[in-house]
C-alpha cells in the first residue's frame, strides 16, 4: 500500500484530495446539524437535514452515471469539487433560513453523486489491475482516519469561533474543496497514459433510458446477485449502528458515551486491516475474500448484541473492523475489475443509489424493532442475517471457478 502511495504521484494526489475534502466535509456537515437544532430545538426536524442529504444522493445516484460515463472521471471529479465550493461557500452570506439548509443538503448530496462513480473510474485509470486492492486499501484507510480526525477537528473549530462566525465553518469546507482540486488540476490537463475511453455503440440512437438499463447488464450474473445479497443485508444490518450500539451499552449498565470505546475498536481493526492486510487478501479467493468476510461480520456483529460486557463488545468490535474491511476492499476490486469500463459509472451510481434506499429503509425498521424489543436484539437479527447471507454467497459463489466466474459475467453482460 505504502509503495503505491510513493510511486504513483496521481493516486498519491487523489488520496491527498480525497483526504482534504473529506476532513473540511465535516465543517458543512456538524453546521447544518447545529444551526438547525439551535434554531428550531427539534429533532424530528434535524433528521430531515440528513433526510434531504438521503434524497439528494438517491435521486443523483440514479442518473449520474448516465451523464458521467463518457465523460472523462478526472474533469468530474474537479468540476463537482468547485461546484460544492460555490454552493457551499453561498452559505456563509445567505440568512440563516431553515429551508434553505434544506436546500443545500440535498444540493450537496446531489452533486456528490455525481462525483463518486467518477472515483471509481478514475482509479481504474490511473492503477495497474494487480495494484486496485492495494488502491482501495489506501482509501478504506484514509476513510477510517477522516472518521477520527474530522468530527474532532470540525467541533474544536466551530467551538472556538464566537456563535456570529460560526458560518465560517461553511468558508472552511469550501476552501479544502479548492485545495483538492488543486491536486488534480495537474492530472486534468495531462493525458493519462492507458486512459480507457468509454466508446458505445449506437450512442446517439440510445434513449436515455436504454443506457440506464445498458449499465445494470452486469446486475444478471449471479456471482454479482450474489454479492449484491451480501450487500443488502450487511447495509440493512449496520443502518443505524452507533444508535443501537450506544442504546444496547447503555442498556447494558455503562455510561452511553462508553460506545466510543466500541467504535475506537472497530476504526481500530479496519486500519490495520486497510494498512497492512491487502497483500494477505489478494492471494484469498474471490469467496473467501467476500463471503467468508460477510459471513465473519455477522459473526462478530452478533457478539456485540450478545455480550453485556464492554470489554468484549471491544474485541468483537475490532474483529468486526477486520471483516468489514476486507468485505470493502475486496468488493471494491471486484467491481473496478468485473464492471465493464464503459458500463463502470453507471452500475456504481445506481448501485450506490439502491443502497441507500436499503439503508433507510433499515434506520426506519431497526429503530422501530428496537423500540418494541431491545437495542441488543436488534444487533442480534441483523447479525444473524448477514452471516446467513455470507454462508450462502460464499457457497454460491465457490461453485463457480474463476474462469467460469468470468465466462458467465461476460456473457450476461454482452
Not at 453546521?31 to 442529504?53: A, C, D, E, F, Q
Not at 444540493?107 to 495497474?128: C, G, H, M, T
Not at 455510561?255 to 486491516?273: D, H, K, N, Q, R
Not at 469467496?287 to 448484541?305: D, E, K, N, P, R
Request: proline share 2%.
Amino acid at each position: 500500500m505504502f509503495k503505491l502511495v510513493k510511486t504513483n504521484q496521481k493516486f498519491r494526489r487523489l488520496a491527498a484530495a480525497l483526504f482534504v475534502s473529506e476532513v473540511g466535509s465535516w465543517f458543512s456537515y456538524m453546521l447544518l446539524i447545529v444551526l438547525t437544532y439551535s434554531s428550531t430545538k427539534s429533532l424530528l426536524t434535524t433528521m430531515g437535514v440528513t433526510g434531504s442529504l438521503s434524497i439528494g444522493s438517491l435521486i443523483g445516484g440514479a442518473v449520474a452515471g448516465v451523464f458521467i460515463e463518457n465523460k472523462r472521471p478526472v474533469k468530474v471529479i474537479v468540476t463537482t469539487n468547485i461546484v460544492s465550493a460555490i454552493g457551499i461557500c453561498s452559505l456563509y452570506f445567505l440568512p440563516n433560513y431553515l429551508w434553505i439548509y434544506f436546500i443545500a443538503a440535498f444540493f450537496l448530496a446531489l452533486v456528490s453523486s455525481f462525483r463518486n462513480p467518477a472515483f471509481n473510474k478514475f482509479i481504474v485509470d490511473i492503477v495497474d489491475k494487480e495494484n486496485l486492492m492495494d488502491a482501495n486499501a489506501t482509501f478504506q484507510t484514509t476513510r477510517e482516519l477522516v472518521k477520527i480526525i474530522g468530527p474532532g477537528l470540525a467541533a474544536t473549530v466551530l467551538a472556538v469561533l464566537p456563535e456570529s462566525e460560526k458560518n465560517l465553518g461553511f468558508v472552511i469546507d469550501a476552501v479544502t474543496y479548492v485545495i483538492a482540486s488543486t491536486f488534480l488540476m495537474g492530472v486534468l490537463f495531462k493525458n493519462i497514459e492507458g486512459t480507457k475511453i468509454s466508446v458505445e455503440k449506437n450512442k446517439n440512437t440510445q434513449t436515455f433510458w436504454q443506457r440506464w438499463v445498458e449499465g445494470l447488464a452486469p446486475a444478471k450474473s449471479p456471482v454479482i446477485i450474489s454479492i449484491l445479497m451480501m450487500y443488502v443485508f450487511i447495509m440493512f444490518g449496520i443502518a443505524g449502528v452507533d444508535v443501537t450500539f450506544t442504546a444496547h451499552v447503555n442498556t447494558s449498565g455503562y455510561e452511553a458515551e462508553f460506545v466510543g470505546y466500541i467504535l475506537g475498536a472497530l476504526s481500530c481493526g479496519m486500519i490495520l486491516t486497510s494498512i497492512f492486510g491487502s497483500k494477505y487478501i489478494k492471494k484469498l479467493s474471490l469467496h473467501v475474500q467476500l463471503g467468508g468476510a460477510t459471513a465473519g461480520l455477522g459473526l462478530f456483529y452478533m457478539g456485540i448484541g450478545l455480550s453485556g460486557s464492554l470489554y468484549f463488545m471491544m474485541v468483537s468490535a475490532f474483529f468486526l473492523g477486520i471483516f468489514n474491511s476486507t468485505f470493502n476492499i475486496s468488493a471494491s476490486t471486484f467491481w473496478q475489475t468485473a464492471i465493464p469500463y464503459d458500463q463502470l459509472g453507471r452500475f456504481f451510481s445506481v448501485i450506490t443509489s439502491f443502497l441507500s434506499t436499503i439503508t433507510l429503509i433499515g434506520m426506519g425498521l431497526n429503530g422501530f424493532i428496537g423500540t418494541i424489543s431491545s437495542a441488543s436484539f436488534v444487533i442480534l437479527i441483523c447479525g444473524i442475517m448477514i452471516l446467513f447471507s455470507g454462508v450462502i454467497s460464499l457457497f454460491v459463489i465457490m461453485r463457480l471457478s474463476e474462469e467460469d466466474q468470468v465466462e458467465v459475467l461476460e456473457e450476461k453482460v454482452n
